[in-house]
């Protein structure tokens, strides 16, 4: 079994900062892709950055040149660098990560449990 855990969420300023980590543990043989997902209330859940394991990453127009997706495969880390936070960009923000569990398994999706990130004056 896997399990991503989400930290880094708050509640920040408009034009602040926040950075996510999510940590991926138990029985991990690799790790593909890595993703950020949020979902604000009333609406459904959006993409918001990928990262391959090769770290292309790919992200949302909402957030592009704003956020920043990084990771260290040593620690089986994702990072959500987030500047120039919007009241817009509230939200809880989930973890996802494509994981093969060892040689032979199937890769299965996890999801962590979510971090709330609220833009508030």
């Known amino acids: 079994q896997v399990q991503l855990v989400e930290s880094g969420g708050g509640l920040v300023q408009p034009g602040g900062s926040l950075r996510l980590s999510c940590a991926a543990s138990?029985?991990?043989?690799?790790?593909?892709?890595m993703r950020w997902y949020r979902q604000a209330p009333g609406n459904q859940r959006e993409l918001v950055a990928t990262?391959?394991?090769?770290?292309?990453?790919n992200y949302a127009d909402s957030v592009k040149g704003r956020f920043t997706i990084s990771r260290d495969n040593a620690k089986n880390t994702v990072y959500l660098q987030m500047n120039s936070l919007k009241p817009e960009d509230t939200a809880i923000y989930y973890c996802n990560a494509d994981v093969k569990a060892g040689f032979g398994s199937p890769l299965v999706d996890y999801w962590g449990q979510g971090t709330q990130v609220t833009v508030s004056s």
């Open positions: 990262i391959t394991s090769r770290g292309s990453t």
């Open positions: 138990g029985s991990i043989l690799y790790i593909y892709s």
